[in-house]
T-cell receptor, first 114, second 114 residues
């Protein structure tokens, strides 16, 4: 089945530690996105990538980093500079990076602080 | 930039009744409006979408209406069932810009009581 796979489902971070969230898609989509979801709030864009080897900051990029070395993969690193990382993180993809395209989501990674 | 407001934040209905969720948007350039359903611990799933050249779209028990003049669009669910209980998000996207400009409402938690 084609889709987006996020791993792990749950992740715990210690103080001062960087952690990396995995996102893989086999939909052959060009564009990929990372969102943060906090309780009772909508989705806020962290980073997006319209094509391999290219990515752009979203609204809340501070404390996060990404890479896009392969079309299928768009990992997100939550660095120690992100002081409030506890949230539900969602990865999405769309056919292209142009407007008017539906985004397809993975089932998320829940990150908590130890 | 685009701003999407969604109401109500919570909605409780009796099984078999109808549910209506409303969203307003600010950017007249937006012309793609998807609706997502998010179940507990899962990622959002696209359930229906509408483009600005259409005023209404229906898919079995769900329908979406769009009023471009007033800049609002609504999700209608008829004959609600307990499995419709979830959080629903609306979104708006301008067609000729990068897809990263898709903006989401804050969500509506729908509870269908058996």
């Amino acid at each position: 089945d084609g889709g987006i796979t996020q791993s792990p489902k749950y992740l715990f971070r210690k103080e001062g530690q960087n952690v990396t969230l995995s996102c893989e898609q086999n939909l052959n989509h060009d564009a990929m996105y990372w969102y943060r979801q906090d309780p009772g709030q909508g989705l806020r864009l962290i980073y997006y990538s319209q094509i391999v080897n290219d990515f752009q900051k979203g609204d809340i990029a501070e404390g996060y980093s990404v890479s896009r070395e392969k079309k299928e993969s768009f990992p997100l690193t939550v660095t120690s500079a992100q002081k409030n990382p506890t949230a539900f993180y969602l990865c999405a993809s769309s056919t292209t990076g142009q407007g008017g395209q539906p985004q397809h989501f993975g089932d998320g990674t829940r990150l908590s602080i130890l | 930039g685009e701003n999407v407001e969604q109401h109500p934040s919570t909605l409780s209905v009796q099984e078999g009744d109808s549910a209506v969720i409303k969203c307003t948007y600010s950017d007249s350039a937006s012309n793609y409006f998807p609706w997502y359903k998010q179940e507990l611990g899962k990622g959002p799933q696209l359930i229906i979408d509408i483009r600005s050249n259409v005023g209404e779209k229906k898919d079995q028990r769900i329908a979406v209406t769009l009023n471009k003049t007033a800049k609002h669009f609504s999700l209608h669910i008829t004959e609600t069932q307990p499995e419709d209980s979830a959080v629903y998000f609306c979104a708006a996207s301008p067609r000729f810009m990068n897809n990263n400009d898709m903006r989401f409402g804050a969500g509506t938690r729908l509870t269908v009581k058996p």
